[in-house]
């Protein structure tokens, strides 16, 4: 019945979608309506589409006889009395389904889990919640256990899957959470940080559509292989408007395909960078101490160090960023050179029209304009990072903020690519900078003649093929050039996602931070600029920092923005690893911080993880036989050898994505993502790489939702010792 009504919907939609896309002509106000109703019904049809597959995956029965299905959307009945037959999980009228226990009914005495495959329903689980089950003991208060551990233990596609149908009691309070104020989420590996993340960001576009819509959402992850990764999740839950992006992608048009050593991506993730740069761009407003003589049209002119100094002085109490303020600093000199020339011509013969050609011809000539952008050059965040890179004599004007060794660090060869660290870097340049935005204003403005003039041609020729019969209304009668253009330029037919995904200066409504612990502080003040009315929701394990820069303390990090006032809420129980595998990762995390509590896990697997040694000679080989072998036990899963950066290029079979049977990665790059088996070679190696070798090998060890085996050429690390050879 739910399937049929889905397909009415469906139907009605774009029966109406068509008729708007037919209706031509009225007013600029009918048009706009228009195009509001097209996006509308597109967006509706995309959400239809969406929730195809598990439409209805719960139903509860209450006491008083009542039942309420629950599932992706909310489905009214539209011809009795407006009854929901269907209700959308995020309503307050579904929360039983994830919260009522048996000792805390909450007026339900049966709660549903239907499993659907297509439209076919091929599961069924239900829980009498009276108080016989309520016998302590029976489940770790766990709700609809029998689907849970279904979906737990089903083989990986590649790609994470939603939980609408099994969000546990202490999820779904973090879910629900108030919109305002910043909350951060600490929890263990597999707690379902990343899952409640974005069940999060649907569920307050849903409660606060008209306040989120226009601002949009963004969801800030580690690098792009995990954004892939969790891609399929919103469009599942019917949501569109949520922008995932990296810290690096929020600086348009930045490509950040770099490497460079740990050491000098943290050192430019230190919040000192801010005032280095600062610092850097002062130093390209230049005095030069002999002042500076140039020629003007048979002039011979000079500008001394005082005249220089004060325009300097002028321009930055203008407290504009850089490139606004040098107007006010052009401004100063030509000042000062037309007093000059007007000198030599005889000041007591000019009057004011002449003073004020003077001027003009002044501001016009190469040698006046050169001569500025020595004394106040129009800077992009680009060239002035390169510049300051590229040269140990620009660096040493940081030197308030950085020291001689990180100074070091940060000098390289000019022409190097882009790495992440140097996005925040951009992107703060970019606010000390501002845009000298003259030239943006001229070219906006002659490219609006362009478009005018395209969209005229294209109307005559419509005009022209259809001349043939007067009678008809045509195109060309009911729009001009002008509202063509508008029309286009508009963006009416985009998202707020889309819109922020080009505008480095777009504010959200919310962002939502996971793998937080990784981001510098420099990447903190990235996002806090975008998020001015500081709604956060920050996800995230300190245990799991493997970044030099990431943190190990969430007030240290939040603190300058929001001092004190965050709320912390603890995820606490393991989703995804099993508890034999879980008993090896406690041993590291114990190492790491002996005050750390492991995240439990639902589930035993049945297997113990194994380790062995082989000779060094041996170790494709080996490596090679075990990735059969595990293959062969997990069947349809997803398999991944891990390994230190060194070693991976030397197992790597060739292409591969996450959706292949086999990757061979970086510990870093497996941050957030899981497998059913997971091959750890070289363990030793990995605690070598990093000073946060231990952090790396807990997140390596907990990647697995099955089987996990160690391969090691040297003796084995001691804190693994709990593995059975
Ligand atoms: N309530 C739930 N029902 C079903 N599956 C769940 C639930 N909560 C989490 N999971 C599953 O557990 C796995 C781990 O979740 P997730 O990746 O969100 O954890 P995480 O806390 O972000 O882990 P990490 O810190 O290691 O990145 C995922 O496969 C997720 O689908």
Request: net charge negative.
């Amino acid at each position: 019945m739910l399937y049929g009504r889905l397909d009415g919907l469906r139907e009605q939609t774009s029966r109406r979608l068509a008729a708007v896309l037919l209706e031509t002509g009225g007013t600029p106000q009918a048009r706009s309506e228009r195009d509001t109703a097209t996006a509308m019904h597109t967006g509706h049809l995309a959400q239809y589409s969406a929730v195809e597959n598990g439409l209805c995956f719960g139903r509860l029965d209450f006491t008083d006889g009542q039942h309420q299905h629950i599932g992706r959307l909310g489905i009214f009945d539209t011809e009795g009395d407006y009854e929901p037959l269907l209700m959308d999980w995020r309503a307050p009228a579904a929360r039983p389904f994830y919260l009522a226990t048996a000792a805390n009914p909450d007026g339900v005495l049966r709660r549903r889990h239907v499993r659907t495959r297509r439209r076919d329903v091929v599961a069924l689980d239900d829980e009498v919640l009276d108080l016989a089950s309520a016998a302590p003991g029976r489940s770790e208060g766990l709700v609809g256990e029998a689907t849970l551990l279904a979906a737990v233990s089903a083989s990986r596609t590649g790609r994470m899957a939603d939980i609408v149908a099994t969000i546990q009691a202490e999820q779904d309070k973090i879910i629900r959470a108030e919109l305002n104020g910043v909350l951060v989420v600490q929890g263990g590996p597999g707690t379902g940080k990343t899952a409640v993340a974005l069940h999060r960001a649907a569920y307050l576009l849903y409660t606060h559509r008209r306040q989120l819509e226009k601002r949009g959402v963004l969801v800030v992850g580690p690098n792009a292989t995990f954004l892939n990764y969790i891609g399929q999740v919103l469009p599942s839950l019917g949501e569109t408007g949520v922008l995932l992006s990296t810290v690096g992608e929020l600086y348009p048009g930045l490509k950040a395909v770099g490497t460079e050593p740990a050491e000098v991506a943290a050192v430019k993730g230190r919040l000192a960078m801010a005032d280095a740069l600062a610092a850097a761009v002062r130093d390209r407003q230049w005095v030069p101490r002999e002042g500076l003589d140039l020629v003007h049209e048979q002039h011979e002119l000079h500008l001394d160090r005082q005249t220089c100094a004060d325009a300097r002085g002028r321009a930055r109490r203008s407290r504009r960023p850089h490139n606004q303020a040098r107007p006010v600093f052009e401004r100063e000199i030509i000042g000062a050179l037309g007093k000059q020339v007007a000198r030599k011509l005889g000041a007591q013969f000019l009057d004011a029209d002449d003073v004020a050609d003077i001027r003009r011809e002044l501001r016009e000539d190469p040698n006046v304009i050169a001569a500025i952008d020595k004394l106040w050059p129009v800077l992009t965040p680009e060239q002035l990072l390169t510049d300051l890179f590229g040269s140990a004599k620009r660096l040493g004007a940081t030197s308030r903020a950085l020291s001689k060794q990180d100074r070091d660090l940060l000098l390289r060869e000019p022409g190097a690519e882009w790495t992440p660290a140097d996005a925040p870097l951009l992107d703060e340049a970019a606010e000390l900078l501002g845009e000298d935005d003259r030239a943006a204003k001229a070219a906006a403005a002659a490219k609006r003649r362009r478009d005018l003039a395209y969209a005229q041609g294209v109307l005559d020729i419509l005009d022209l093929q259809d001349e043939a019969d007067p009678d008809v209304l045509m195109a060309v009668d009911m729009l001009d050039a002008d509202a063509l253009v508008a029309r286009v330029a508009s963006g009416e037919y985009m998202t707020a996602a889309e819109r922020a995904a080009d505008d480095r200066t777009w504010t959200f409504g919310h962002v939502i931070v996971d793998e937080a612990q990784e981001l510098s502080p420099m990447a903190w003040r990235v996002l806090m600029r975008r998020c001015p009315s500081r709604s956060m929701t920050v996800v995230g394990d300190i245990a799991q920092t493997g970044d030099l820069a990431g943190t190990t303390s969430w007030q240290e990090v939040l603190g300058p923005y929001v001092m004190n006032r965050w709320k912390l809420a603890e995820l606490t129980v393991n989703y995804r690893t099993p508890s034999e595998i879980m008993a090896v990762a406690t041993e590291v995390l114990a190492n790491l911080d002996p005050s750390a509590v492991p995240p439990k896990s639902v589930r035993d697997a049945g297997t113990s993880p194994w380790h062995r040694q082989v000779a060094d000679g041996e170790l494709e080989a080996a490596v090679s036989a075990a990735i059969e072998r595990e293959l062969a036990e997990i069947g349809e899963g997803r398999l991944a050898v891990l390994a230190p950066r060194a070693l991976v290029d030397r197992l790597s079979r060739g292409e591969e994505d996450l959706e292949s049977p086999v990757v061979v990665l970086t510990v870093g790059q497996s941050k957030g993502l899981e497998f059913d088996a997971v091959l750890l070679v070289d363990p030793q190696g990995v605690l070598d790489e990093s000073p946060r070798g231990l952090n790396d090998l807990y997140v390596a060890l907990t990647r697995a939702t099955q089987r996990l085996g160690v391969l090691h050429t040297g003796p084995l690390p001691e804190v693994l010792t709990g593995l059975a050879d």
